[in-house]
Nanobody
Framework: QVKLVESGGGLAQPGGSLRLSCVGS????????MAWYRQAPGKQREFVAA???????NYDDSVKGRFTISRGNDKNTVYLQMNSLKPEDTAVYYC???????????????????WGQGTQVTVSS
C-alpha cells in the first residue's frame, strides 16, 4: 500500500511563505494523482490543490494565485509552495494519493484512499 509522509509545516507570519513536501512510497503502483487537503479546527477537511500524472493542476479558489502544487523528478513526490499566507490558511495539511485516478476533461479533484499523517501550518502574527 501507499505510504505518504508530509513535511515542511510550521509557523509563518501573515504574508510569509512555507513549502510543504509529500513523498509517496511503499507501493509498486504508479500514483496517478496527488492532492493536498486541509482541515482547520471545527471545520470539514477541504480540498486545496491537486496535480495529476498528466500535469493537470487544480486549486481551490481560496488559494489560487498564492499556492502552487508541483511534482519532483520522482512523480510520487509532490510539493505545495504557499505564498502570501493568511491566518485563515491555518490548518493541518494532508497529502492524498489516488493511484487509480483517470484523467478526464474536467479539473481534477482526486480524493484517494491514502493519506499522510498531516503537518500543522500555523499563520499568526
Amino acid at each position: 500500500q501507499v505510504k505518504l509522509v508530509e513535511s515542511g509545516g510550521g509557523l509563518a507570519q501573515p504574508g510569509g511563505s512555507l513549502r510543504l513536501s509529500c513523498v509517496g512510497s511503499g507501493t509498486p503502483f504508479t500514483i496517478n494523482a496527488m492532492a493536498w487537503y486541509r482541515q482547520a479546527p471545527g471545520k470539514q477537511r477541504e480540498f486545496v490543490a491537486a496535480l495529476t500524472s498528466g500535469g493537470v493542476t487544480n486549486y481551490d479558489d481560496s488559494v489560487k494565485g498564492r499556492f502552487t502544487i508541483s511534482r519532483g523528478n520522482d512523480k510520487n513526490t509532490v510539493y505545495l509552495q504557499m505564498n502570501s499566507l493568511k491566518p485563515e490558511d491555518t490548518a493541518v495539511y494532508y497529502c492524498n494519493a489516488d493511484p487509480t485516478y483517470i484523467e478526464g476533461k474536467e479539473e481534477p479533484r482526486p480524493r484517494g484512499d491514502y493519506w499522510g499523517q498531516g503537518t500543522q501550518v500555523t499563520v499568526s502574527s
